[in-house]
DNA sequence: CCCAGTCATGAAAACATTTGCATTACTATT
DNA sequence: AATAGTAATGCAAATGTTTTCATGACTGGG
């Protein structure tokens, strides 16, 4: 059975007007009749007509598509902030064009370039960090682009997030005020991943602040619970144990406090620990986790707010910073003398 | 400064060449000579050319895009998937639409039509458990879809998931089999949730396969580790504690863990834990979670196959079944007598 | 040097819409 | 009943591509 196509033109010779006049009546509907209009919503409902988004996109109607271009889905964390951003978006009727480039500033770019040729009304990037031919590419078309998640005044391009270097210096500010001076720092690879970068140095210079010269003894770990936790594990086994283990992000806090429930090393009284984020779930852990909170949510929601008023006003955005905030749970404990 | 506008018209008249050439030169290189190519590729680089697909589109050129409707992003286990689903379809160039509709069956109906507006090349939706509506529409237009996460033998649709009654019922007979016979079930809502509905009536089954009448005390919770944790932490403060705590998946395990290690409650020796889904993070808790692997990933990579080959070959898909698999960890024991 | 065959390119129609302008059909005013 | 004004609709051009068909430019064999 040959599919009958459903386009306008069959709506229009089905309800005996135009197709003009159905056009209309989708997208101007107070300049047609009444009468009219039911005629042609009775034969768009017959021949299951709809609309064809693609035809309207080359007039120069907006697609109703934002490109969103993260690192990775599959992480509590952006997870999150995806879900957030998404949500707004939709209460403003576009939707999103999702894609993950594992790290790979090529493949970002590469990724960008496909969401501009599928027209998207904005583009969205994770971090601050990206190749220049993406910028050139972002500053050449004259797509809406904005940098989410990290936040800094001289950014490249608008940007919505938190100040990742602020981040890190209130975790290292809090654990030298408890006393430590022998701290392991577990994060990720700092490649391609400005957000690690600048925690890492914010928390080195946090550390720093009361005048003091701890000792920091840095540690890789891949993003997962998995790696956390044996890394943690190999760390406690060393001849001098450290008093605070820093984590990059909650998820390698859990790894850590899970190595230590299995070494029996009790949290906070034998070592501090600590992540970054406020995920899901780090308050409800047991001990809770201190950490500080990024604002995920409420950087999604704004970003999306913003994206929306950079595509129908057609402005400029300003920056937004959403601070991060220290949240001191059951984890961090002054250093046992 | 007005921004020139850059099609391939304007392409054509830079590199001195049709139209017709400039488009040939990307959709069958072979067919144009070496040196005119490379002079539209250089027009192409100058003026900053980016092929429009929205174009390509009216022209039953595929969009290259698939819709993806997903109840919620922000939990691990549809991260995963998702994840999983995007790197696949990647790969063979597509890109994902995607939208969530926090288990609400009208909105994904709306979703639905949405991506069908977008005219995506096909559609993914979660689960066996879709508004008659929302069938109608699929079948009525001949997008190709396809349901996953959940396997059986009848769907309406193609599928490629799990069978979630399997995965109760491997928990049922494995906690039987220890000898519990006061159970407590933690399961999210089962409204608009098949997944959970089934994985319950499995788990009901599994219990009584050894032909005992097992007491089940079923407990609704939100998927969330903080709901988890309270509803069982309410639940051990009862007269009679279950000594088996069955979840309905591995966040609300995690949460039942948690209560416990607060009480002080030993697991597995005083009360056993399982969970459903072997998220990240469950093989690394401590102690290690007794759980169901539902193999997201595999489904995630598998679906996008068989997503491809029906937009491909324009074949009707068959079903495929991933095997759930008990994962006896740390955290399931005989029941204490 | 002609002809057949191939290679490379161009012209124009097609795709599914929207929209500016023109036209027709009303309604109300005189 | 004529006129002006407005409401409703249609016509046709335009949007940015792809593709079919036609044409022109070579190439090599006789």
Redesign the interface.
Known sequence: MT?KKADILAVAKAARVSPSTVSRSFNHPDLVKPSTRKRIDRAVRRL?Y??????Q??HGIR???IGLIVP?????IF??L???F??AV?QTGF??????HGYSLDREYALT???????VDGIALIGLDHATDTYE?LA???TPALLLWNYAEDAPLPCVGSDNYRAGHLVGTHVASLGHRHIAAVFPPLHGNDRAAQRLQGLADGLRVNGGDPEILQRETPY???DA?QAVAELMAAPRRPTAIVCGND?LA??A???L??LGISVPDQVTVTGIGDF??S????PALTTVRIPARAIGARAAETMAAMITTDGMAENLALPPELIVRATSAPAPS
Chains 1, 2 share one sequence.
Do not use: P
């Open positions: 599919v299951g709809i609309r064809n988004r693609a035809a996109t080359i697609s109703g598509t990775t889905i599959d992480q509590a997870a999150e995806i879900q957030s998404s949500d939709e939707t999103i064009l999702l894609a993950s370039r496909k969401m501009l040729e599928h027209r590419l050449q078309q004259n997962s619970v998995a936790k998820v859990w790894g406090l899970h190595a429930a299995r899901h779930g308050q409800d852990f047991e």
